[in-house]
């Protein structure tokens, strides 16, 4: 009985998703790329994972260091900046517009990422 529980929970929440998307008149593929894009992103070895995402306006992302040197997070227009994160601290921004943000770290700035929100 717990499997067919689980299998209606699980069609009736895929169909709701492509409903969506052709009531806002998004491709299929992409909504569900927005509705499984990662929401946080790692910082270690210099460098930002992923480099690049896609979301959907509304989404939080956070930003997690595990790297063992301090990293920050920072809009080149002002819109977000963290502090200096320390291994294992963790800075959160809700993009709320549609648009292209581009990011850096201050203190190392070849360290470069870009959130896409549509």
């Known amino acids: 009985m717990k499997s067919y529980i689980g299998t209606a929970v699980f069609c009736v929440g895929m169909f709701a998703a492509v409903a969506?998307?052709?009531?806002h008149g998004?491709?299929?593929?992409?909504?569900?790329?927005?509705?499984?894009?990662p929401t946080s992103i790692t910082i270690d070895n210099f460098s930002f994972t992923p480099k690049e995402i896609t979301v959907a306006a509304g989404t939080t992302i956070t930003?997690?260091?595990?790297?063992?040197?301090?990293?920050?997070?920072?809009?080149?227009?002002?819109?977000?900046?963290?502090?200096?994160?320390?291994?294992?601290?963790?800075?959160?921004?809700?993009?709320?517009?549609?648009g292209t943000y581009n990011y850096f770290c201050s203190v190392h700035p070849m360290m470069t990422g870009k959130i896409i929100v549509k």
Do not use: C, G, Y
């Open 63 to 98: 930003w997690v260091n595990r790297d063992d040197v301090p990293h920050t997070v920072v809009s080149p227009d002002k819109k977000f900046r963290s502090k200096a994160l320390d291994t294992d601290d963790k800075f959160s921004f809700t993009f709320t517009d549609a």
């Open 26 to 37: 998004e491709p299929i593929a992409r909504a569900a790329e927005q509705k499984n894009a």
């Open 20 to 23: 969506s998307a052709m009531i």
